[in-house]
C-alpha cells in the first residue's frame, strides 16, 4: 500500500495563500489517482478536489471551485493542492488519499484505500 505524507499547513489570514503537499511511498505513484479531503471539528469529512493518476483530468468540491488548484508530480510522487483566497470556513485539517488505478474519479471518501495522517489548516477572519 502507498504511505502517505502530509505538510504544508499553517495558520494564515483570509484572503491569502497556502499550497498543501503530500509525498507517498512504497507505490508507484503513477498507478494511483489522488484527492484531498478536508474535516473540520465536528463535521463529517468533506471532498475536496481530486486528479486522475496522469494529471488529465480533475474535480473539484463545490466550496473550493475556482480557488484551489490540485496538481502533480510524478517522478517527485507528490500531489499538491494550492489553496488561494482563503476563507475562514477553510478551517479544517486536510488530508491526502489515493486510489490504486483502474479507478474513476470520486468525491466518496471510501472511493480511496489510502489516507495521509492530516496536516492542519486554521484561516482567521
Known amino acids: 500500500q502507498v504511505q502517505l505524507v502530509e505538510s504544508g499547513g499553517g495558520l494564515v489570514q483570509a484572503g491569502g495563500s497556502l499550497r498543501l503537499s503530500c509525498a507517498a511511498s512504497?507505490?508507484?505513484?503513477?498507478?494511483?489517482?489522488m484527492a484531498w479531503f478536508r474535516q473540520a471539528p465536528g463535521s463529517e469529512r468533506e471532498f475536496v478536489a481530486a486528479m486522475t493518476s496522469t494529471g488529465g483530468s480533475t474535480d473539484y468540491g463545490d466550496s473550493v471551485k475556482d480557488r484551489f488548484t490540485i496538481s502533480r508530480d510524478n517522478p517527485k510522487s507528490t500531489v499538491y493542492l494550492q489553496m488561494d483566497s482563503l476563507k475562514a470556513e477553510d478551517t479544517a485539517v486536510y488530508y491526502c488519499?489515493?486510489?490504486?488505478?483502474?479507478?474513476?474519479?470520486?468525491?466518496?471518501?471510501?472511493?480511496?484505500?489510502?489516507w495521509g495522517q492530516g496536516t492542519q489548516v486554521t484561516v482567521s477572519s
Open positions: 512504497g507505490r508507484t505513484f503513477d498507478n494511483y489517482l
Open positions: 488519499a489515493a486510489q490504486r488505478i483502474p479507478a474513476m474519479l470520486t468525491r466518496n471518501a471510501r472511493g480511496y484505500s489510502a
